[in-house]
């Protein structure tokens, strides 16, 4: 993977980063990501914040190397401490951290939002965490996406600002409303794979002593499961659409 050639992970991160956007990316690492973007002419200016020194000094020699020192800035920064007002920023992406991570740097840096039109996030785990904060923060789920790179399962979802907020159902903000109605066969084996490996702990619980903590975990693996297959064994894929939370 390098500036020109991302990974396919990326490379559909990049895709929902709107035409002509000046975008932030967050923990940038080699900054492959904006540069990119700058290179093919899909954005305008970019920002690659990284919070360790190594991956920062990593992301100034590619801007460097790219000569793109007028277009990209990076930053040593905390999450969106990376964004100054005078950027302008319109988009943000944070892609490969887990869900809850990327959580705490929204709720840490939600100031340095304003102006921000759409969030592109890519959660290695966890995306239910960025559903959950969308719902509680004034943002809508616009599009999801699941796909497999080298075995590993991804979903990235795409945020837009609130007019009014969607409500979605308990299994919406579990699996995705979109990618429940796509059902597509990554998405059917992510959820076969994770109900699988809850059964399996569930299991592992029955042998230990029921405690009130260990009650309490089993019994919410037990419900996010029978959510899961409902859904798998649900053969009509608008599904979701039809019991969309009111």
């Known amino acids: 993977m390098n500036a020109q050639q991302l990974s396919l992970r990326l490379e559909r991160v990049a895709k929902h980063v709107p035409k002509g956007a000046i975008v932030a990316d967050i923990g940038s690492d080699h900054a492959y990501l904006p540069c990119f973007l700058v290179l093919n002419g899909m954005v305008k200016r970019a920002v690659a914040g990284e919070v360790v020194k190594g991956p920062f000094e990593s992301a100034k020699k590619q801007v460097q190397q790219e000569q793109l020192e007028n277009q990209i800035t990076v930053r040593l920064a905390s999450g ?37 039109e759409r969030l592109i996030l890519q959660p290695n785990v966890h995306a239910k965490a960025i559903r959950d904060w969308a719902q509680q923060n004034g943002w809508n789920v ?42 597509s066969p990554v998405f059917i084996e992510k959820w076969r794979r994770e109900s699988a490996q809850w059964k399996k702990i569930v299991a592992s619980m029955e042998a230990t002593e029921q405690t009130v903590e260990i009650l309490s975990r089993k019994n919410d693996l037990v419900h996010k499961i029978q959510l899961v297959e409902e859904v798998l064994n649900n053969e009509n894929t608008e599904w979701a659409a039809d019991h969309r939370g009111v």
């Open 142 to 183: 616009h599009s999801e996406e699941i796909l497999k790179e080298n075995d590993k399962i991804y979903e990235i979802l795409v945020l837009e600002r609130a007019e009014a907020n969607s409500v979605l159902t308990e299994t919406e903000l579990l699996m995705g409303p979109y990618l429940m109605k796509e059902r």
């Open 80 to 116: 969106l401490a990376a964004i100054h007002p005078e950027d302008g920023v319109t988009a943000v992406t944070i892609a490969g951290m887990g869900g809850p991570l990327i959580v705490s740097i929204l709720t840490e840096g939600i100031a340095r939002l304003e102006g921000v």
